[in-house]
C-alpha cells in the first residue's frame, strides 16, 4: 500500500483528523470512566441515571456488601452500605467501585490538646481514620481566631491515617471536629491555647573534647584490629568488644564506662547506650595492653553517671522545651508507652494510670528517649480505658488514653535451632505470643518428634511444666541427628521446626540488657531496699540464647557445693559465675527470677543522710571462654533536708522575706513554711512524719547567769517554747513548732538555721489599737433621709514624759465589717441596724449611716479591734417633706395623713375640699365605698397640717388599698386599721 504524506492536500487532511481527535480527547469523559466511593455501614450515596440505562455487574457476594435499587421514575440509582467489603457494578456504561467500611469511630492519634500562641506556628496532628485508602476527613475549627485549620479537607491514607496541621494564633479556646466523609462518624477535640512563653532552658552534661584514653566497650576483649568508624559508635550497658577507634562523629554518653584504651577523636566522643560495631572489627581474647588496653563495660546507674575516667564532662546547657501533648499506646501485655510532642525533663515527669477512678499501679518506668516513656504496671492489661496524667513536665498536667484489650496467645515458636542432649534426655525453647511478640508464661504446649537422620519416629517422653521449655527424653536419638519438631496449643496454628542433636549446651558468651528500677521508680537514685531488674543475656557455643530461670539460679546454700550459692558468689546451672564486689549493697541470695529475667536488690550500709555513695560491681563470667562482662551499682543513702532554700508561700503561716504582725500577735512555725535541699544538692520535699532540725532565733535574744532568759535589749519580738520565751527553739520530733511573740512596736530579724543555710525574716510589729474614737460630720440638725458622715480613729499607747497619751495608730490598715444600730434617744429601744464594710487607711475611716426617724436619735457602733467604740451623742432629726398620705379607717370614716419618703408624719397644705375616692380589695376589685356622691366625690374636713378626714364614709376595710385625688393629684395608700 502506498501512502503519499508528502502532498499539502494529505497534510490538510491529517491535520483536520488530528485537531478533531484532539476536541474529542478534551472533552468531559462520562460513559467508560470508573468512579471509587467510600461508604460506612448502613451509609448510602445516589447517582442520576438515564431511565432506559440498567444496573448491572454484581455478583451474589457482592449483593451481601452493597444494596442497589432503583427509584420508580428509574431515573436515580441509591447504593447502600450493608457489610465491610468491596463492590464493582456498571450503571448504564458507567462503572462505580464501592468501598464499605465498618469502622465506627475516628480516634488521636497525635493530636496535641495544649498549644502555644506563636511559639507553635505549626502543629501537626493526626487521627485514625477509616480502613479504606480513598475515604476523605473533613477538618474545622469552632474559633478560627484561636486555632486555624490549614487543609480543610484531607485523604484518609492506606495506613488508616488522617494527617493535618494546626495554627494557634492567640490565647483561647476552640474545638477541632474530624469527620469521615464516608461513615459520617466524627472526632471532636478541645485544643486550648495559652498565650506565647518562653522556652526553659535545663543543663546537660556533654563529654568534654579530648579523651586520653578509648572509651571502655566491652568486657575483656581482645585486641584484633583498629578501625575508624564511619558512622558513630554506640555504647551500652552491655557493649560488644570493638578495638580502639578514632570516631569521626560524636558518639552519645549515658552509662559509667571505665575508659583506658587511648584514642584521639576528632569530635567530642560521646558513649551512647548500645554500640553498633559494623563499622569497627570483632574483638575477642586477651589484648595487648601496650597498644589497645583491655576495657570493662562499667556503667553507672544512677541518674547523674559520673565519667570517672575520659572522657570527662562538662557542662553545656541545652534547651528543654515543655511538652503540650502526649499520645499513648499498650505495647505489651502490662506495659503503656507514653509519647510526648516535645523532649522533656525525664526525671521530673510523675505519672498517673486510672481506669475510671481506680488508680492502677506503676511498677517501673523506663525512657527510651527523651520523648519516649514505657510503663510497666505491676498487672497486665485488660479490656478497658486506661487514662495516663503527666506531671512535671510542662505548665499543665499533660493526658491521654489508652484502649487496650485483654492479652491474648496469637502464634506459637519454637526458639532454638539445637536440640542439647545429654545422655538421651534435652530440651529446647519454645514458646506461646502474645499480641505484642511477648513470650506468655504458660505450659501445655503438646510436642512430637521425628528423627530424620534415621527416620523413624523417636520415642519421645515430653515434660512441659517450664514455661517456654520443652524438657524430653528419646530413645533413639543421637548427637549429629536432625529432628522434626511439631508443636500444638489450643487452636494457634501448628508449628514445625527442625533442630539440630547436639552436646549438652554450655555458656559461652553474656551481656547486660537494659537496667530499670522497679521500685520507688520516682526517685531516680537507688536507695536502701528498691529492687532493680538487669538482664543477664547468655548464649551457648551455638549462639543460642539460654533462658536464665529462678531453679537456674540455685537457692539452697550448704547443699552440693556451698561455693556454689553465697551472697557474693552464685555458679548458675549452666556454668555461668555471677559475683559481687559488695553484698552489704547487692546481695546474690536476695535475687529473684521472672520471665529470665533477675531482679536485684540494692542496699546501702552508710550513714543516713550521708551524700556519698555505695558501689558493688556485679561480675559475669562464662568459664568455657573467658568472657565476662561487669556492671557497677551505686546505691545511695535516703534522701533528707540538710539546707534551708527559702521560704514557702503555702506553708501555715506563709512567711516571706518581711512581715507585718500586730502587737501581742503570736505567730506559729512549723517545718512545713520553708522550702529544702537534700544531702545531694536537689530540691526536697519533707516527708509527712519528717521533722528536720531547724534552729529558731530572735537576734536580741540573751541570757543572764543561769542561762536564764531576759529580755534586758527589749527586743520587739520574742521566741517562745510553749509558754516560756526563750533564746532558742531546735526542733525535734518531740518539739515540732515554735511561736515567735510581737512583744512590742519596732522591727527585729528572727533567723532560722539549718545545716549550713541560715534564712532570716524581718519582722515588722506595728503597735495595737487601745481604743477607736468615733466623731460625727458638724451638722446640727438632720432632715428624715439624710446621712450622718461618722468618723472613726484608731488609736494606740503613746508615752509622752513618762505619761500615757493617745494618738493615731497611723500603723493600722485593715477592713473591719461593723454593725451601726440607731436607737430613739428617749427610751433607747433600737430602730434600725446597718450593717456596714469600714476600711481603715492610717488608723481612720469613715462611714455614712442613714437617719430615718423625726425624733432625737443616737447611734451605737460595735467592736472594732477588739475594741469598745463609744456611742455617738444625741442627733435632731425633723420629718422631711410632704411625698404621700398614709391611710386609716374607722367607725366614722377614713383619716388621711401627710408622710414624708421614709414614713415619717409631715405637713402640707390643701387648697380643696373636694375629695374623690376609690378602693379595691386584696384582689383588686372595686369595693362599694357609701358616702359618696355620683361621681364619687365627698366633702373632707381638712386641718392646718393638711390631715383630711372623710367623714361618713363607709365600706371601707384595712384590707383594702385606697386611691384619693387631692388637689388634683392622685395618691394611693394601703388602708390601716385605726389604733
Not at 570483632?282 to 565519667?307: I, L, W, Y
Amino acid at each position: 500500500m502506498y501512502n503519499n504524506f508528502s502532498s499539502k492536500k494529505t497534510k490538510k487532511v491529517i491535520s483536520a483528523l488530528l485537531a478533531s481527535a484532539l476536541v474529542v480527547t478534551a472533552a468531559p469523559i462520562t460513559a467508560d470512566a470508573a468512579t471509587t466511593k467510600v461508604l460506612g455501614v448502613n451509609k448510602t450515596f445516589s447517582v442520576s441515571k438515564k431511565a432506559s440505562a440498567k444496573v448491572s455487574g454484581l455478583s451474589k457476594a457482592e449483593k451481601k456488601i452493597v444494596n442497589v435499587t432503583i427509584s420508580k421514575n428509574k431515573k436515580k440509582v441509591t447504593v447502600k452500605g450493608k457489610k465491610a467489603g468491596s463492590a464493582t457494578f456498571k450503571v448504564g456504561s458507567k462503572s462505580y467501585t464501592v468501598r464499605v467500611t465498618k469502622v465506627t469511630s475516628i480516634k488521636k492519634k497525635t493530636f496535641a490538646t495544649t498549644l502555644t500562641a506563636k511559639k507553635n506556628k505549626n502543629v501537626s496532628v493526626t487521627v485514625n481514620g477509616t480502613n479504606v485508602k480513598y475515604d476523605k476527613a473533613t477538618w474545622t475549627s469552632s474559633n478560627k481566631n484561636v486555632v486555624k485549620v490549614a487543609s480543610a479537607t484531607t485523604k484518609i491514607s492506606s495506613k488508616k491515617v488522617a494527617s493535618n496541621t494546626l495554627k494557634p494564633l492567640k490565647k483561647g479556646t476552640a474545638t477541632i471536629t474530624v469527620k469521615s466523609k464516608a461513615t459520617g462518624k466524627s472526632l471532636k477535640v478541645k485544643v486550648t491555647v495559652k498565650a506565647a512563653t518562653t522556652a526553659t532552658t535545663a543543663p546537660t552534661t556533654t563529654p568534654s573534647v579530648t579523651p586520653a584514653t578509648t572509651p571502655a566497650v566491652s568486657a575483656t576483649p581482645d585486641a584484633t584490629a583498629s578501625a575508624t568508624p564511619a558512622t558513630t559508635p554506640a555504647v551500652s550497658a552491655t557493649p560488644d568488644a570493638t578495638a580502639s577507634a578514632t570516631p569521626a562523629t560524636t558518639p552519645a554518653v549515658s552509662a559509667t564506662p571505665e575508659a583506658s584504651a587511648s584514642a584521639t577523636p576528632a569530635t567530642t566522643p560521646a558513649v551512647s547506650a548500645t554500640p553498633d560495631v559494623s563499622t569497627s572489627p570483632a574483638v575477642s581474647g586477651a589484648p595487648d595492653v601496650s597498644t589497645n588496653p583491655a576495657v570493662s563495660a562499667t556503667p553507672d546507674v544512677s541518674t547523674n553517671p559520673a565519667v570517672s575516667a575520659s572522657p570527662e564532662a562538662s557542662e553545656t546547657p541545652a534547651t528543654v522545651v515543655s511538652a503540650t501533648a502526649i499520645t499513648g499506646t499498650a505495647v505489651g501485655a502490662s506495659k503503656l508507652q507514653v509519647v510526648f510532642d516535645q523532649p522533656v525533663a525525664t526525671g521530673s515527669a510523675v505519672f498517673t494510670v486510672k481506669v475510671g477512678s481506680i488508680e492502677k499501679s506503676v511498677t517501673s518506668k523506663s525512657w527510651t528517649d527523651e520523648k519516649t516513656a514505657v510503663l510497666t504496671m505491676n498487672e497486665k492489661l485488660t479490656e478497658n480505658t486506661y487514662s495516663i496524667v503527666v506531671s512535671g513536665v510542662a505548665e499543665d498536667n499533660l493526658a491521654t488514653t489508652v484502649i487496650a484489650e485483654d492479652e491474648k496467645a496469637t502464634r506459637l515458636c519454637i526458639d532454638d535451632t539445637k536440640l542439647a542432649l545429654t545422655g538421651f534426655e534435652g530440651s529446647f525453647a519454645a514458646s506461646v505470643r502474645n499480641q505484642y511478640d511477648e513470650k506468655m508464661s504458660v505450659t501445655g504446649i503438646i510436642a512430637t518428634g521425628y528423627n530424620m537422620t534415621q527416620g523413624v519416629n523417636d520415642v519421645i517422653t515430653v515434660i512441659n511444666d517450664t514455661a517456654n521449655t520443652i524438657n524430653f527424653g528419646g530413645t533413639k536419638t543421637a548427637i549429629g541427628d536432625t529432628v522434626r519438631v511439631t508443636l500444638t496449643y489450643g487452636n494457634l496454628e501448628v508449628v514445625t521446626g527442625t533442630l539440630e542433636v547436639v552436646t549438652g549446651k554450655t555458656a559461652a558468651d553474656v551481656s547486660f540488657g537494659t537496667f530499670e528500677k522497679t521500685t520507688n521508680i520516682d526517685e531516680a537514685k537507688l536507695m536502701n531496699e528498691d529492687k532493680f531488674k538487669l538482664p543477664i543475656q547468655i548464649l551457648d557455643q551455638y549462639d543460642q540464647a539460654i533462658t536464665l530461670s529462678d531453679e537456674s539460679w540455685v537457692r539452697e546454700e550448704g547443699a552440693e557445693d556451698a561455693d556454689n550459692y553465697t551472697s557474693t558468689k552464685v555458679v548458675l546451672t549452666n556454668g555461668t559465675i555471677i559475683t559481687s564486689s559488695d553484698a552489704s549493697v547487692v546481695d546474690l541470695t536476695k535475687v529473684e527470677v521472672k520471665d529470665g529475667i533477675p531482679t536485684f536488690t540494692a542496699n546501702y550500709g552508710g550513714e543516713a543522710g550521708s551524700a556519698t555513695a555505695k558501689t558493688a560491681t556485679i561480675n559475669v563470667l562464662t568459664p568455657s571462654t573467658g568472657k565476662s562482662v561487669s556492671y557497677t551499682v551505686n546505691t545511695y543513702a535516703a534522701r533528707v533536708a540538710t539546707t534551708l532554700t527559702g521560704f514557702n508561700t503555702k506553708g501555715a503561716s506563709q512567711l516571706k522575706s518581711e512581715k507585718t504582725v500586730t502587737e501581742n500577735q503570736t505567730l506559729t512555725i512549723t517545718s512545713a513554711d520553708f522550702t529544702y535541699a537534700d544531702q545531694y544538692g536537689d530540691n526536697y520535699e519533707l516527708a509527712t512524719d519528717e521533722v528536720p532540725a531547724i534552729i529558731i532565733k530572735d537576734t536580741l535574744s540573751d541570757t543572764t547567769e543561769g542561762d536564764a532568759p531576759t529580755l534586758a535589749k527589749n527586743g520587739a519580738v520574742h521566741v517562745k517554747s510553749s509558754d516560756a520565751i526563750t533564746t532558742s527553739i531546735t526542733f525535734t520530733s518531740d518539739l515540732t513548732s515554735a511561736t515567735i511573740l510581737a512583744a512590742k512596736e519596732g522591727t527585729e530579724k528572727v533567723t532560722f538555721t539549718l545545716g549550713s543555710k541560715t534564712l532570716t525574716t524581718t519582722l515588722n510589729v506595728n503597735a495595737a489599737v487601745t481604743a477607736v474614737v468615733a466623731k460625727k460630720d458638724s451638722k446640727t440638725k438632720y432632715t428624715a433621709g439624710d446621712e450622718v458622715t461618722i468618723t472613726l480613729t484608731a488609736q494606740k499607747d503613746t508615752t509622752v514624759n513618762g505619761d500615757t497619751v493617745k494618738s493615731t495608730n497611723t500603723a493600722y490598715n485593715a477592713t473591719d465589717y461593723i454593725a451601726f444600730t440607731t436607737k430613739k434617744a428617749k427610751d433607747g429601744e433600737p430602730v434600725k441596724t446597718y450593717n456596714k464594710e469600714v476600711v481603715f487607711v492610717n488608723g481612720v475611716a469613715t462611714v455614712s449611716i442613714p437617719l430615718t426617724k423625726t425624733e432625737e436619735t443616737t447611734i451605737t457602733i460595735g467592736n472594732i479591734a477588739e475594741q469598745t467604740v463609744n456611742a455617738l451623742e444625741d442627733l435632731t432629726v425633723v420629718a422631711g417633706s410632704f411625698s404621700k398620705y398614709a391611710a386609716t379607717v374607722s367607725d366614722g370614716g377614713v383619716t388621711l395623713t401627710p408622710n414624708d419618703k421614709n414614713g415619717n408624719a409631715t405637713t402640707t397644705t390643701v387648697s380643696s375640699k373636694l375629695v374623690n375616692v376609690s378602693a379595691v380589695d386584696k384582689d383588686g376589685k372595686t369595693v362599694e365605698v357609701e358616702g359618696l356622691d355620683e361621681n364619687k366625690y365627698v366633702v373632707a374636713d381638712v386641718d392646718a397640717n393638711g390631715v383630711v378626714t372623710l367623714t361618713g364614709v363607709t365600706g371601707i376595710s384595712a384590707t383594702n388599698v385606697i386611691t384619693v385625688v387631692i388637689d388634683g393629684a392622685s395618691y394611693t395608700a394601703t388602708v390601716e386599721a385605726a389604733e
